[in-house]
């Protein structure tokens, strides 16, 4: 059975960082490329795409977090990583990982930062 569990949300003050986990199971992670996407709070159940990596560790960003935030992953302990550095009130919202096996998504973390 597919899962992931998000975790390494919280409340940031605005400039600060948080690092956010996903662990994953039930599929081959390694050769998949892994997703994180945010549901920002006045765009109601839309999730907007912001990062992703592929299995060769390639990365791609939307440009609202370029060069602020990091994707990374360790295929040792099935996890992916979200660096979110510099961070702004309007990056608050609920982060989520999902995989490109089946399209399944975590259960989310909050981020709140305060201005």
């Known amino acids: 059975q597919v899962q992931l569990v998000e975790s390494g949300g919280g409340l940031v003050q605005s400039g600060g960082s948080l690092k956010l986990s996903c662990v994953v199971s039930g599929f081959n992670f390694r050769d998949y490329t892994m997703d994180w996407y945010r549901q920002l709070p006045a765009k109601g159940e839309q999730r907007d795409w912001i990062?992703?990596?592929?299995?060769?560790?390639?990365?791609d960003y939307a440009d609202a977090v370029k060069g602020r935030f990091t994707v990374s992953r360790d295929n040792s302990k099935n996890t992916v990583y979200l660096q979110m550095n510099n961070l702004k009130p309007e990056d608050t919202a609920v982060y989520f990982c999902?995989?490109?096996?089946?399209?399944?998504w975590g259960p989310g973390t909050q981020v709140t930062v305060s201005s």
């Open positions: 990062a992703h990596i592929t299995s060769d560790d390639m990365t």
């Open positions: 999902r995989d490109r096996f089946i399209g399944r």
